[in-house]
């Protein structure tokens, strides 16, 4: 097949978090298809973890540019990424992804591309683009709600908000507050650095979201930044059933065995790893829900903890057949899919959340950290989602976790959710990924002031 000259070069500049760098390759996929050139440009590391992705069909659509990051002490290259990244190197690795703005400079000014999309803490892509007279602009693979709240923070320096169905408790507003009040290297604020990449962005930012979910938040998000917000859509990657290996296989013929809707699936995302504490909860509520459940449970790499002894003693024996427990991965997209699947007990990742309405499940919202709390509010706002609440402390309480699995797995209100979430995924399926066609209109107008520069 012969290649079609691109209508336009986009480089991809995404944060080093595996959900944001898949999150830029999807919208890099919907850009391919019409006629976009694009350059993900990422670590030697990142970029292995998503080459398989990236099929014959995107082959000269889609290059992968390698960024080198300086050597600094303790982070080998197979840390520049922050998928089992020791947390205490997490801002050495920050340190080392804006020292690299100077190689950075290097790709653009060899690839020359029409224009920059860059992520949410590096403003120096903004900078860089704008030497060589590339427009760029930041896009949120966060939803609108976090957005907003992150460029609020840094320009009132509160989290309060005029939206009364998104609310953080106590507890939450010191975590997050903390978390946009820390800073990087050179001292300056990660809210502020959000901020000043919407300052340096052209017209438009790009948000992973769609108007149906949070439209009054794109409207807020564009008076707050005083630029445009552009919704890309969801970017649920697409189905694809690789075949039942050995491991996948046993979990679908467990599933095969129960009723439709009576499994609640349990998962907190690739990054988040449950204190002991909160394993025990989830374990006792699982156990007092009295509902089937596939439960998957993650250990960072390199703590040698044993599966049978984090959990309750006893507890395998006394769930028997009714719950199954799987350590370090299982596959999710396939599970939820199963129509034994009746709820999703989640943290409520963006990329999560956005898959699950996609397949229309109900979500049981358990938020950890980061913008996991806001994403919750949203999907209960939504009506596709129940919150277990924690105490005052923000602790979890395995009463409370029982008390609402069995309401959104069989009470009568959980008819209420799976009702509301088919609808909105067959909204969603309907509409397709028509939001990019907008996308790619805008892009095309910015390409060409970059174009005559
Ligand atoms: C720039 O890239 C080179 C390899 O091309 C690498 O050796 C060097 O450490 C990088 N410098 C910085 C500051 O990232
Ligand atoms: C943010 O940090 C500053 C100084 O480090 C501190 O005075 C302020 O109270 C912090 N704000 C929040 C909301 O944590």
Redesign the pocket.
């Known amino acids: 097949m012969k290649a079609k000259q691109p209508i336009c070069s986009v480089l991809m500049l995404p944060w080093l978090a595996h959900g944001h760098v898949s999150s830029f390759l999807e919208l890099a996929k919907r850009l391919a298809k019409k006629n976009f050139l694009i350059y993900l440009c990422s670590t030697p590391i990142n970029l292995k973890s998503i080459e398989n992705k990236i099929t014959q069909e995107f082959s000269h659509s889609i290059q992968l540019v390698e960024l080198q990051l300086p050597a600094l002490p303790n982070l080998p290259p197979h840390y520049h990424t922050t998928n089992g990244l020791p947390p205490h190197l997490m801002l050495t690795l920050k340190e080392a992804f804006e020292l690299s703005s100077e190689n950075f400079s290097f790709i653009l000014k060899e690839l020359q591309p029409n224009f920059v999309l860059f992520d949410f803490l590096q403003p120096w892509a903004a900078t860089a683009a704008s030497s060589l007279k590339i427009p760029a602009a930041q896009f949120f693979t966060t939803g609108g709600v976090t957005s907003c709240f992150m460029i609020h923070f840094s320009r009132k320096?509160?989290l309060r908000f005029p939206f009364s169905s998104i609310y953080l408790h106590d507890f939450e507003e010191k975590k997050i507050?903390?978390i946009l009040?820390s800073s990087s290297a050179n001292g300056v604020?990660d809210a502020d650095k959000v901020f000043e990449g919407v300052q340096k962005s052209t017209s438009i930012v790009l948000v992973k979201s769609f108007k149906e979910i949070e439209g009054k938040y794109l409207d807020h998000l564009s008076i707050l930044a005083g630029k445009k917000a552009i919704p890309v859509g969801p970017l649920v990657r697409d189905f694809i059933d690789d075949g039942d290996d050995e491991g996948k296989a046993s979990i679908m013929e467990w599933l095969d065995k129960k009723e439709q809707s009576s499994v609640v699936y349990v998962s907190f995302g690739s990054e988040y790893f449950s204190s002991m504490e909160e394993l025990q909860e989830i374990a006792y509520g699982l156990e007092l829900s009295g509902v089937s459940f596939i439960w998957v449970v993650r250990f960072p790499t390199g703590e040698n903890i044993k599966l049978e002894e984090a959990l309750p003693k006893g507890l395998p024996e006394r769930v028997g057949e009714r719950g199954l427990v799987l350590e370090g991965w299982a596959p999710q997209t396939k599970i939820l899919r199963h129509t034994s699947v009746g709820g999703f007990l989640s943290h409520c990742g963006w990329n999560s959340v956005m898959e699950t309405m996609k397949i229309g499940v109900p979500i049981i919202a358990m938020p950890m950290h980061l913008d996991q709390p806001f994403n919750a509010r949203l999907v209960q706002d939504v009506g596709i989602a129940l919150e277990v609440k924690r105490d005052i402390n923000g602790r979890l309480e395995r009463d409370e976790i029982a008390k609402v699995i069995r309401e959104v797995m069989v009470e009568e209100k959980g008819e209420e959710l799976r009702k509301k979430s088919k609808e909105l995924s067959q909204t969603m399926l309907k509409k397709e990924d028509e939001e990019i066609d907008l996308v790619v209109e805008e892009l095309l107008q910015l390409c060409k002031i970059g174009k005559t520069n």
């Open positions: 320096g509160s507050s903390q009040n604020r």
